[in-house]
């Protein structure tokens, strides 16, 4: 069994922050654009608006691109940091949180990514990627090399300054 026991480092909240940020640079810009699009289509087709409706056009596209930011602002704070992880090989992967433990099959992990200081376990399901944080320093039971032959395959290196 191998073990990642404590309290989650600044700089791991910081890469688990851009771990979690990243999808977003996708999904923004495609609910901008399907929210300016009913706005676009009344301007080419036709009823352009009046001088007194560009005012309130550009209020509910604000309100609209608002409420998606804080909506993003709220999903990303309720992420809960992982206080102990332990992987049984050939068998599990459980991340105990404040609130609620993980659990998923090691055949759940797409690839693992190695940052240096940290590995983070990716599995099938985007939203759990931050509960299966591992901070390298914080290894209580097993070893590096056991952690590594477990995932040999599906370890993923990355460089400082490279993309996530």
Known sequence: ??????????KGRRLLNRIQTFPWFFVCPI??????????GIMIFGRFPSKE????MAIAFGAGALLLFIFYLII??????PSRIEIIPDKT?????????????INEVRKVVDYGDFYSIRINQQ?????????KDLLSKGSIE???KIF??????????EAI
């Open 31 to 40: 609910v901008v654009a399907a929210l300016s699009m009913p706005m676009m």
């Open 152 to 161: 040999e395959n599906k370890i993923v290196r990355k460089l400082k300054g």
């Open 127 to 135: 939203l759990e990627y931050g509960h299966f944080l591992c901070q």
């Open 1 to 10: 069994m191998i073990e990642f026991k404590g309290e989650i480092s600044k």
């Open 53 to 56: 409706q560009l005012p309130e």
């Open 93 to 105: 992967i459980k991340s105990q949180c404040k609130k609620k433990t993980y659990i998923c099959s």
């Open 76 to 81: 990303r704070n309720k992420m809960e940091l």
């Open 146 to 148: 056991e952690f590594e």
